[in-house]
Protein backbone atom coordinates (compact mmCIF):
# COMPACT_ATOMS: atom_id res chain seq x y z
CA UNK A 1 0.00 0.00 0.00
CA UNK A 2 1.12 3.29 -1.05
CA UNK A 3 1.72 6.43 1.67
CA UNK A 4 -0.81 8.39 -0.56
CA UNK A 5 -3.25 5.13 -0.25
CA UNK A 6 -2.46 5.00 3.43
CA UNK A 7 -3.46 8.45 4.20
CA UNK A 8 -7.23 7.96 2.36
CA UNK A 9 -10.18 7.97 4.94
CA UNK A 10 -13.39 6.35 3.25
CA UNK A 11 -15.19 3.43 3.12
CA UNK A 12 -17.71 2.89 0.24
CA UNK A 13 -18.41 0.37 -3.06
CA UNK A 14 -15.28 -0.80 -4.36
CA UNK A 15 -16.37 0.03 -7.62
CA UNK A 16 -16.00 3.99 -6.31
CA UNK A 17 -12.60 3.80 -5.36
CA UNK A 18 -11.23 4.84 -8.34
CA UNK A 19 -12.80 8.30 -8.17
CA UNK A 20 -11.62 9.17 -5.25
CA UNK A 21 -10.62 13.08 -4.15
CA UNK A 22 -9.92 14.77 -1.66
CA UNK A 23 -12.92 16.38 -0.44
CA UNK A 24 -10.98 19.98 -0.37
CA UNK A 25 -10.43 19.42 -4.10
CA UNK A 26 -13.86 19.95 -5.16
CA UNK A 27 -15.54 23.00 -3.63
CA UNK A 28 -19.15 23.44 -3.30
CA UNK A 29 -21.31 25.20 -5.38
CA UNK A 30 -21.43 28.36 -4.41
CA UNK A 31 -25.32 28.83 -5.62
CA UNK A 32 -25.72 25.68 -4.08
CA UNK A 33 -29.48 25.35 -2.42
CA UNK A 34 -29.80 25.38 1.35
CA UNK A 35 -31.89 23.41 3.31
CA UNK A 36 -33.81 25.02 6.42
CA UNK A 37 -33.41 21.36 8.10
CA UNK A 38 -29.50 21.15 6.82
CA UNK A 39 -28.02 20.37 10.35
CA UNK A 40 -30.49 17.15 10.66
CA UNK A 41 -30.05 16.28 7.25
CA UNK A 42 -26.20 15.86 7.97
CA UNK A 43 -26.78 14.09 11.01
CA UNK A 44 -28.68 11.56 9.15
CA UNK A 45 -26.71 11.45 6.68
CA UNK A 46 -23.71 10.80 8.86
CA UNK A 47 -25.39 7.47 10.34
CA UNK A 48 -25.86 6.63 6.69
CA UNK A 49 -22.53 6.86 5.08
CA UNK A 50 -21.28 5.31 8.67
CA UNK A 51 -23.34 2.14 8.01
CA UNK A 52 -23.22 1.85 4.59
CA UNK A 53 -20.35 3.53 3.17
CA UNK A 54 -20.22 6.09 0.02
CA UNK A 55 -22.90 4.24 -3.25
CA UNK A 56 -23.42 6.79 -4.85
CA UNK A 57 -20.68 9.25 -6.58
CA UNK A 58 -20.36 13.00 -6.28
CA UNK A 59 -21.39 14.53 -9.22
CA UNK A 60 -19.41 18.15 -10.34
CA UNK A 61 -18.73 20.47 -13.16
CA UNK A 62 -15.32 19.91 -14.24
CA UNK A 63 -13.65 20.46 -17.57
CA UNK A 64 -10.47 20.70 -19.47
CA UNK A 65 -10.63 24.62 -18.42
CA UNK A 66 -12.44 24.48 -16.00
CA UNK A 67 -12.04 23.39 -12.41
CA UNK A 68 -14.17 21.09 -10.30
CA UNK A 69 -16.90 22.46 -8.71
CA UNK A 70 -19.93 20.17 -6.81
CA UNK A 71 -23.17 19.90 -8.34
CA UNK A 72 -24.53 17.08 -6.34
CA UNK A 73 -23.50 15.35 -3.26
CA UNK A 74 -22.95 19.26 -1.16
CA UNK A 75 -24.48 17.39 2.06
CA UNK A 76 -22.71 14.28 1.25
CA UNK A 77 -19.16 16.10 1.35
CA UNK A 78 -20.40 17.75 4.48
CA UNK A 79 -21.44 14.51 6.28
CA UNK A 80 -18.23 12.45 5.15
CA UNK A 81 -16.00 15.82 6.48
CA UNK A 82 -17.31 15.13 9.86
CA UNK A 83 -16.94 11.58 9.89
CA UNK A 84 -13.59 11.91 9.05
CA UNK A 85 -12.92 11.06 6.13
CA UNK A 86 -10.02 12.61 3.64
CA UNK A 87 -11.96 11.72 0.40
CA UNK A 88 -15.30 11.13 -1.44
CA UNK A 89 -15.96 9.41 -4.91
CA UNK A 90 -16.54 12.25 -7.35
CA UNK A 91 -17.73 11.35 -10.85
CA UNK A 92 -17.32 14.85 -13.38
CA UNK A 93 -19.48 15.89 -15.93
CA UNK A 94 -18.36 19.05 -18.23
CA UNK A 95 -22.01 20.30 -18.27
CA UNK A 96 -21.68 22.64 -21.77
CA UNK A 97 -23.31 25.36 -20.39
CA UNK A 98 -23.54 27.00 -16.73
CA UNK A 99 -27.13 27.04 -17.64
CA UNK A 100 -27.01 23.76 -17.83
CA UNK A 101 -25.26 23.13 -14.39
CA UNK A 102 -27.64 25.14 -12.37
CA UNK A 103 -30.55 23.23 -13.71
CA UNK A 104 -28.99 20.24 -12.69
CA UNK A 105 -28.16 21.45 -9.53
CA UNK A 106 -32.05 22.53 -8.72
CA UNK A 107 -33.05 18.90 -10.50
CA UNK A 108 -31.26 17.28 -7.71
CA UNK A 109 -33.35 18.78 -4.83
CA UNK A 110 -36.37 19.24 -6.96
CA UNK A 111 -36.96 16.28 -8.55
CA UNK A 112 -36.71 13.67 -5.59
CA UNK A 113 -39.38 15.51 -3.92
CA UNK A 114 -42.01 15.32 -6.83
CA UNK A 115 -44.86 12.97 -5.54
CA UNK A 116 -45.78 11.34 -2.57
CA UNK A 117 -44.37 8.40 -1.31
CA UNK A 118 -47.16 5.12 -0.55
CA UNK A 119 -47.58 5.58 2.96
CA UNK A 120 -48.53 2.23 3.17
CA UNK A 121 -45.62 0.62 1.48
CA UNK A 122 -43.54 2.59 3.54
CA UNK A 123 -45.43 1.68 6.97
CA UNK A 124 -44.40 -1.82 5.78
CA UNK A 125 -40.76 -0.99 5.30
CA UNK A 126 -39.97 0.65 8.33
CA UNK A 127 -41.91 -1.76 10.18
CA UNK A 128 -39.68 -4.71 8.56
CA UNK A 129 -36.76 -3.34 9.84
CA UNK A 130 -37.46 -2.10 13.21
CA UNK A 131 -38.70 -6.06 13.58
CA UNK A 132 -35.09 -6.72 12.45
CA UNK A 133 -33.39 -3.87 14.36
CA UNK A 134 -31.88 -2.83 11.09
CA UNK A 135 -33.31 1.05 10.86
CA UNK A 136 -29.96 2.77 11.96
CA UNK A 137 -28.57 5.40 8.42
CA UNK A 138 -32.41 5.32 7.40
CA UNK A 139 -33.28 8.31 8.15
CA UNK A 140 -36.70 6.79 9.51
CA UNK A 141 -37.37 5.36 13.11
CA UNK A 142 -40.80 3.30 14.40
CA UNK A 143 -42.20 6.79 15.43
CA UNK A 144 -42.29 8.11 11.38
CA UNK A 145 -44.36 4.46 10.88
CA UNK A 146 -46.79 5.56 13.83
CA UNK A 147 -46.91 9.33 12.95
CA UNK A 148 -48.30 8.45 9.45
CA UNK A 149 -50.72 5.71 10.64
CA UNK A 150 -51.87 8.81 12.74
CA UNK A 151 -52.24 10.78 9.66
CA UNK A 152 -54.28 8.14 7.50
CA UNK A 153 -56.16 7.74 10.52
CA UNK A 154 -57.26 11.40 10.74
CA UNK A 155 -57.97 11.45 7.03
CA UNK A 156 -60.16 8.66 7.23
CA UNK A 157 -62.31 10.04 10.20
CA UNK A 158 -62.12 13.10 7.90
CA UNK A 159 -63.62 11.32 4.95
CA UNK A 160 -66.28 9.71 7.21
CA UNK A 161 -67.11 13.03 9.00
CA UNK A 162 -67.77 14.83 5.68
CA UNK A 163 -71.27 14.90 4.63
CA UNK A 164 -71.62 16.87 1.47
CA UNK A 165 -70.15 16.90 -1.93
CA UNK A 166 -69.11 19.12 -4.61
CA UNK A 167 -70.23 17.60 -7.44
CA UNK A 168 -74.02 16.97 -5.24
CA UNK A 169 -77.31 19.63 -5.96
CA UNK A 170 -78.48 21.70 -3.56
CA UNK A 171 -81.05 19.45 -3.00
CA UNK A 172 -78.97 16.59 -2.44
CA UNK A 173 -76.89 18.47 0.45
CA UNK A 174 -79.79 19.75 1.77
CA UNK A 175 -80.75 15.85 2.36
CA UNK A 176 -77.72 14.53 3.34
CA UNK A 177 -77.19 17.71 6.20
CA UNK A 178 -81.02 16.55 7.35
CA UNK A 179 -79.98 12.82 7.37
CA UNK A 180 -76.64 13.77 9.51
CA UNK A 181 -78.42 15.65 11.65
CA UNK A 182 -81.57 13.12 12.10
CA UNK A 183 -78.64 10.48 13.04
CA UNK A 184 -76.21 12.52 15.72
CA UNK A 185 -79.04 15.19 17.39
CA UNK A 186 -77.36 17.89 15.89
CA UNK A 187 -75.33 18.71 12.36
CA UNK A 188 -71.59 18.64 12.81
CA UNK A 189 -68.84 21.28 12.49
CA UNK A 190 -65.78 21.46 10.93
CA UNK A 191 -62.56 22.33 12.01
CA UNK A 192 -59.58 22.67 10.00
CA UNK A 193 -56.16 23.15 11.84
CA UNK A 194 -53.28 24.44 9.97
CA UNK A 195 -49.98 23.57 11.18
CA UNK A 196 -46.45 24.31 10.36
CA UNK A 197 -44.21 20.56 9.70
CA UNK A 198 -42.18 20.58 12.83
CA UNK A 199 -45.65 21.17 14.88
CA UNK A 200 -47.79 18.88 13.03
CA UNK A 201 -45.00 16.00 14.10
CA UNK A 202 -45.02 16.57 17.56
CA UNK A 203 -49.15 17.19 17.53
CA UNK A 204 -49.82 13.82 16.01
CA UNK A 205 -46.99 12.05 18.42
CA UNK A 206 -49.89 14.18 21.06
CA UNK A 207 -52.71 12.72 19.56
CA UNK A 208 -51.33 9.48 19.20
CA UNK A 209 -50.13 9.15 23.04
CA UNK A 210 -53.66 10.55 24.56
CA UNK A 211 -55.49 8.58 22.65
CA UNK A 212 -54.19 5.33 24.46
CA UNK A 213 -54.02 6.83 27.73
CA UNK A 214 -58.13 7.77 26.89
CA UNK A 215 -59.28 4.38 25.55
CA UNK A 216 -60.96 7.04 22.40
CA UNK A 217 -61.82 5.77 19.57
CA UNK A 218 -60.14 8.14 17.09
CA UNK A 219 -58.19 11.28 16.63
CA UNK A 220 -61.37 13.80 16.66
CA UNK A 221 -63.06 11.74 20.11
CA UNK A 222 -59.19 12.26 21.41
CA UNK A 223 -58.92 15.90 20.74
CA UNK A 224 -62.36 16.25 22.11
CA UNK A 225 -61.88 14.51 25.87
CA UNK A 226 -58.07 16.51 25.80
CA UNK A 227 -60.00 20.25 25.40
CA UNK A 228 -62.53 19.17 27.97
CA UNK A 229 -60.15 17.83 30.80
CA UNK A 230 -58.11 20.62 30.39
CA UNK A 231 -61.08 23.20 30.29
CA UNK A 232 -62.55 20.75 33.56
CA UNK A 233 -59.23 21.00 35.22
CA UNK A 234 -58.98 25.05 34.68
CA UNK A 235 -62.52 25.54 35.59
CA UNK A 236 -61.95 23.61 39.06
Given at each position: ????????????????R?????????????R???R??????????????A?????????????????????????????????????????????????????????????????????????????????????????R????????????S????????????????????????????????????????????????????N??????????????????????K???????
Open positions: MSKVEEQVVWKGADELQYLRPITEVPDHDNIKDNEDQVISELKLSLRFGQVRAVLADEGPNKPAVTIAGHHVKKAAASLGWTHVAVIAHDFELSSDALAYLIADNALATIGNLSPEDQISLIEELAAQDALGGTGTIDHAEDMRAQMLIAESDQEFTGGYAATEEELAERARRAEEAVGQARKEVVLLLLPEVYEGFQRVQLLRKRYGAGGAVETIVLAIEEAARDAT
